[in-house]
């Protein structure tokens, strides 16, 4: 399957098992003949996936050099960003070569965002190998790193020139990110599509193996992902939508301290406590949040915890999508069809059903 997103630099995404080992050929149709390549990818998947990535591209006469960096969150930092820079620098990179981001959202994140600044600009593919870059973080050009105050606090829009979907990967994902993922292909579920939300919901067990089912789920993610993107591409209106869930995911991560859930684990929780407290204030489809725990436990992913809602709700001050005075807030009318709310903080906090109707700072 081959989708094209239209954004200010247009480009296509390929959807297809064992794609990855056609990235020369791809390659070729982009950029010129002996053109370098820096695959970038960290130290789970760079040993897996990284000699067929450099055969594939040597076949197509790029000349291939590696960065790799210990597999985590804490490595998308500035600090490995000019690593990269030094890598390419002593390689002599120009704005005709270009960068491979092999990997999960950390190393499309990181290595987009050294392809946004090096040179003011150069190409980059990606190939995402976790679900949840496959779904959404390899699609839309959002790059960037982490400060210790805060994630993605630095960053660029910088939309790839090529997205490579190869399903056979998820093959070596642990369970764990795997089920992360399904948490993000929920949401598009949740805020775009009854038919995949249901697709979700009736789908088999051991969906993780079956390359049939995840083509397809992975196409109708991107093929949303897409079309918000296309029609906000810089995140001022209807991108915000995809942060469905992330309200309350997002204090969540940060009451644990990134420790106690996944991202994907919060984004779940997120959704079902927003959609419950929506029903109550009659915005929502009743039964609504009780069919989407129902969806997230078939995915082992937790719909509750055990934070009070007023911590929780305290945390969200900090929100990205809060300005100090009022925040921003998505929520479902029903299954497939999501709406961009802003409330005061009192108006929020009346919303969350707090006593005093103030918010706590
Ligand atoms: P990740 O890149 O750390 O990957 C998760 C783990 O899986 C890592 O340990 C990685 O080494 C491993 N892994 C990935 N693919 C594998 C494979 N095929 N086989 C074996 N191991 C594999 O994290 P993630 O969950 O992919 O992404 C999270 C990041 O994405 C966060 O930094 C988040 O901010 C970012 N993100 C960005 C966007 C965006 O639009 N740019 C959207 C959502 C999330
Ligand atoms: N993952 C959110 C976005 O790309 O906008």
Redesign the pocket.
Known sequence: MELTVKTSHPYKIRIESGCLNQVGMHAGQLFPAGAKAMIVG?T??LP?YGDAVEHALTQNGFSCFRFMFP???QS?RLSVVEQIYCALADSRFTRSDFIVAL???????MAGFAAATFLRGIRFLQIP??L??QI??SV?G??GVDLPQG??LVGAFHQPSLVLIDPQ??A???PR?FS?GMGEAVKYGCIKSRALFDLLRTAGENVGSDPAFLEKMITDCVDIKREVVEHDELDTGERMLLNFGHTFGHALEKLYDFRKLS?GEAVGIGMVMMTRLSEKAGLTKPGTADEIAEVLQKYQLPVCDEMGLEKIFEATAVDKKSNGHSLRVILLKEIGSSLIQTYSREEFSKFCGLKDGMWHE
Do not use: C, F, Q, R
């Open positions: 960290d789970n998947v897996i597999a985590g969150e998308k990997g999960g959202g950390v190393t499309g994140d190998t976790s949840l870059a959404d973080s839309g959002k790059t994630k993605n990967t998820l070596t994902l642990p990110y992360d991202h």
